[in-house]
T-cell receptor, first 113, second 118 residues
Framework: AQSVTQLDSHVSVSEGTPVLLRCNYSSSYSPSLFWYVQHPNKGLQLLLKYTSAATLVKGINGFEAEFKKSETSFHLTKPSAHMSDAAEYFCVVSVRGNTPLVFGKGTRLSVIA | NAGVMQNPRHLVRRRGQEARLRCSPMKGHSHVYWYRQLPEEGLKFMVYLQKENIIDESGMPKERFSAEFPKEGPSILRIQQVVRGDSAAYFC????????????????FGEGSRLTVL
């Protein structure tokens, strides 16, 4: 069975400083990994995905994530936070051909002016 | 091209009443997923449906919950005799391909229906 652990429930950064949201996964097979973002009272939007191609994945809005098999990690980063990045971020794992997607509990990102 | 449409966005029910949540997938999408989000929790899978078929309902509670996706019209998640613990946000997502969503890499989510049980 696969699972996802988001190591921080809440991260607070100052505007213009780097963002790091941590995610570790567990999977018996080669996983596909995703990061989704949820703004308040909104649905979820895909930020980026890893599906066994390049280990460094670039997404929308300047976010990127690196798949590290040896560390079973898929941390999300951004060089410089913007106020509009304040939202809930979910790390998600899936095994090819299987449903459903398994979500982490989320990390709430606050950006301070 | 309209996205996934869910209604109502907010629903208030008293204990024992029924709640019906509707989801219209994106145009051209024939696969629908329902997820539940409890406060301070991630999304938990409930059920995956194709038109007129339930593909995977492993996340559905055994009692009071049912889902359908008829040939015509939206998918409906029905909760009978609601209890306070049913209070949550219920999200619908759709894909054009269904089970191999990892191939497309994306579920397209609606904005959710927030159920409050008094």
């Amino acid at each position: 069975a696969q699972s996802v652990t988001q190591l921080d429930s809440h991260v607070s950064v100052s505007e213009g400083t780097p963002v790091l949201l941590r995610c570790n996964y567990s999977s018996s097979y080669s996983p596909s990994l995703f990061w989704y973002v949820q703004h308040p009272n909104k649905g979820l939007q895909l930020l980026l995905k890893y599906t066994s191609a390049a280990t460094l994945v670039k997404g929308i809005n300047g976010f990127e994530a690196e798949f590290k098999k040896s560390e079973t990690s898929f941390h999300l980063t951004k060089p410089s936070a913007h106020m509009s990045d304040a939202a809930e971020y979910f790390c998600v794992v899936s095994v090819r051909g299987n449903t459903p997607l398994v979500f982490g509990k989320g990390t709430r990102l606050s950006v301070i002016a | 091209n309209a996205g996934v449409m869910q209604n109502p966005r907010h629903l208030v029910r008293r204990r024992g009443q029924e709640a019906r949540l509707r989801c219209s997938p994106m145009k051209g999408h024939s696969h629908v997923y329902w997820y539940r989000q409890l406060p301070e929790e991630g999304l938990k899978f409930m059920v995956y449906l194709q038109k007129e078929n339930i593909i995977d309902e492993s996340g559905m509670p055994k009692e009071r919950f049912s889902a359908e996706f008829p040939k015509e019209g939206p998918s409906i998640l029905r909760i009978q005799q609601v209890v306070r613990g049913d209070s949550a946000a219920y999200f619908c997502a759709s894909t054009p391909n269904g089970g191999s969503s990892v191939d497309t890499g994306e579920l397209f989510f609606g904005e959710g229906s927030r159920l409050t049980v008094l």
